[in-house]
């Protein structure tokens, strides 16, 4: 069992819609979630970070973190067609991160 | 965040020839850098950190003497592809972490992307 899951995708949605991105982990000591978004051919860009549960929003963007099952989400409102990408997820371990696989976005106008 | 440059964004080199990345932190001192490698439609892959001053730290797998590190300052660490091989043809990134405490968020270059032919 990888310790990071995310679902590759494809996932398609019309412009302003709103996204759910999610990703599942199994080591109960991650206490630190980022979210990154990478555009094609490009470096990833940090996007958010949380610590612990909870939420938290940044604009469009809203991160959840529930440690009780594990699970993390970043929410994507009034979704636009510049924020087709893929979107990965990541947690803080001993001395790296870990990263999910990445879920390929793509807004259709 | 962190402002990070690579160099060069595209190279092409024949089988068996070195291939030499540049990986800069332009605005802060990094004494820690990452380097990861992603083929297409996967996921990031740390091969090794890079640790200034000293010898660079390799995952499992990686062979660290066909990817060479040097941190040989605070802004700069280069990988060398050594005989490099189709199957090494990808993207390369680097990363730096302004704080290895708390969040130990990275900050990406913009990746290099290597074709061996």
């Known amino acids: 069992q990888k310790e990071v899951e995310q679902d590759p995708g494809p996932l398609s949605v019309p412009e302003g819609a709103i996204v759910s991105l999610n990703c599942t982990y199994s080591?109960?000591?991650?206490?630190?979630f980022m979210w990154y978004r990478q555009y094609s051919r490009k470096g990833p860009e940090l996007l958010m970070y949380t610590y612990s549960s909870g939420n938290k929003e940044d604009g469009r963007f809203t991160a959840q973190v529930d440690k009780s099952s594990k699970y993390i989400s970043l929410f994507i409102r009034d979704s636009q067609p510049s924020d087709s990408a893929t979107y990965l997820c990541a947690m803080r371990g001993a001395d790296k991160l870990i990263f999910g696989t990445g879920t390929r976005l793509q807004v259709f106008p | 965040g962190a402002v990070v440059s690579q160099h060069p964004s595209w190279v092409i080199c024949k089988s068996g020839t070195s291939v030499k990345i540049e990986c800069r932190s332009l605005?802060?001192?990094?004494?820690?850098m990452f380097w990861y490698r992603q083929f297409p439609k996967q996921s990031l892959m740390l091969m090794a950190t890079?640790?200034?001053?000293?010898?660079?730290?390799?995952e499992q797998g990686v062979e660290k003497d066909k990817f060479l590190i040097n941190h040989a300052s605070l802004t700069l660490s280069t990988l060398t592809v050594t005989s490099a091989h189709p199957e090494d043809s990808s993207f390369y990134i680097c990363?730096?972490?302004?704080?290895?405490?708390?969040?130990?968020?990275?900050?990406f270059g913009p990746g290099t992307r290597l074709t061996v032919t």
């Open positions: 080591n109960s000591a991650f206490q630190y």
């Open positions: 605005d802060f001192q990094a004494t820690t």
């Open positions: 890079s640790n200034e001053g000293s010898k660079a730290t390799y």
């Open positions: 990363s730096v972490a302004p704080s290895t405490s708390g969040v130990y968020e990275q900050y």
